[in-house]
């Protein structure tokens, strides 16, 4: 399994289809503690990143991730637009124009995008945002850098997914569900949900 522009593009397509498949789902968790729209406004930016992927496919990683980052940005309304394009862009740029990338890197990319997220956002973990499936989807890949990418995804996958469950306790202190108060408890965050879809379309693109 390389790591290269190829496998990036598939990434980016597998998180369309799965942000199209759930995005009634991920609106719904927006119902309670937000405004109703973050399937609708990752559909929109996600269709747009695979239409633009196709149309014109970047021959390296981190111009599959720029591209997919202003595609975001300017497709998607929502506070995750500015913020998931953050996260692609700075995780792509730490890829320079290498034509392939090791398990490693991409750890360590991953870990400066969630670094910039949680500036751009003033949030950290436990703040009930998607950094709480970010950040331990970038410590199990790191903890993983040895292994296959198939392995190494989906142990990111995997705690990203837990990431997203333990968010249903906590206070949210960023973004809409943070008006909310002590009244935000009880529901999972959407855009926790969100990235570990990301995270999951990541390790389907290394086992398929
Ligand atoms: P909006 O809240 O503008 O309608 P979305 O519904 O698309 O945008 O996205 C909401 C999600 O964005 C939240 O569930 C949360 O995970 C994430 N989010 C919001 N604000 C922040 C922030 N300051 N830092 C990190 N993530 C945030
Ligand atoms: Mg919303
Ligand atoms: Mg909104």
Redesign the pocket.
Known sequence: MTLDAEFFRRWMAGTAAAVEADADRLTE??SP???A??GS??RRGFAAVAAALEKEPPDTPGGVLALASRQLIST??????P?YGMLLRRTGKTFGDAAQVSVAEFAQALRVGADA??Q????AAG??????ALLPGVEALDAARGEEPRVAFAAARDAAESGALATVPLR?R?????YLGERSVGHQ???????ALLLRALAEAAAG
């Open positions: 968790l927006d503690i937000g405004d729209d973050h406004n990752l998607v309304g929502g506070a995750s637009g913020l997220v949680a751009l956002g003033g949030a703040d009930k945002t998607m950094l709480d949210a960023k973004g809409r569900a943070s965050d959407p855009g926790a949900t969100s990235s």
